[in-house]
T-cell receptor
Framework: SAVISQKPSRDICQRGTSLTIQCQVD?????MFWYRQQPGQSLTLIAT?????????ESGFVIDKFPISRPNLTFSTLTVSNMSPEDSSIYLC??????????FGPGTRLLVL | SQQGEEDPQALSIQEGENATMNCSYK?????LQWYRQNSGRGLVHLIL?????REKHSGRLRVTLDTSKKSSSLLITASRAADTASYFC????????????FGKGTKLTVNP
């Protein structure tokens, strides 16, 4: 398994500002994933972050809006840029440390006013 | 994009009863994973079933997989109030990366 922490756990932000979410894993992993969960909805993958290369974004998500850093094998950040109320969601990171099981962090609950 | 549907969308039962949730998906898969989420918190991994497996058990959980119908079911036996949560299935597409494609989820309420 993996122990994953995220910071912040929650935040309330003003529209037009940006928020950077941190994800820390207790072991080295090749890929880290960032998901968004809009209120009352399921999870949607934003991007896959590999260490040492550009993140791969899913359809509907762009780097200018959700820039991602992956400086090493245990850490990643997701920035939500120029926020609007529609960005209010839970943002979760996840990893596959070994085998096939994917483990999730506790999530960052974001409210944009 | 969402892989498929989960059914029912909401389920309310009494403590001690069994709860069955179904999941359908659209593509060929490597594996299917079930997760639980309490009140919008992080996801807890429940069980993983590979495409060449038909049934798995873990405690009070039983998962089946029918790749010919592209469907899976999660059975929780002897439910408890603490099982109240949202349950999601998620698939890893065959030949793809390890990214998960989630179903829409079932909101389970177990009444004491």
């Amino acid at each position: 398994s993996a122990v994953i922490s995220q910071k912040p756990s929650r935040d309330i932000c003003q529209r037009g500002t940006s928020l950077t979410i941190q994800c820390q894993v207790d072991s080295q992993v090749t890929m880290m994933f960032w998901y968004r969960q809009q209120p009352g909805q399921s999870l949607t993958l934003i991007a896959t972050a590999n260490q040492g290369s550009e993140a791969t974004y899913e359809s509907g998500f762009v780097i200018d809006k959700f820039p991602i850093s992956r400086p090493n094998l245990t850490f990643s950040t997701l920035t939500v840029s120029n926020m609007s109320p529609e960005d209010s969601s839970i943002y979760l990171c996840s990893v596959v440390p070994t085998g096939e099981t994917q483990y999730f962090g506790p999530g960052t609950r974001l409210l944009v006013l | 994009s969402q892989q498929g549907e989960e059914d029912p969308q909401a389920l309310s039962i009494q403590e001690g009863e069994n709860a069955t949730m179904n999941c359908s998906y659209k593509t060929s898969i490597n594996n299917l994973q079930w997760y639980r989420q309490n009140s919008g918190r992080g996801l807890v991994h429940l069980i993983l079933i590979r495409s060449n497996e038909r049934e798995k058990h873990s405690g009070r959980l039983r998962v089946t997989l029918d790749t010919s119908k592209k469907s899976s079911s999660l059975l929780i036996t002897a439910s408890r109030a603490a099982d109240t949560a949202s349950y999601f299935c998620a698939t890893v597409t065959q030949g793809g990366s390890e990214k998960l494609v989630f179903g829409k989820g079932t909101k389970l309420t177990v009444n004491p």
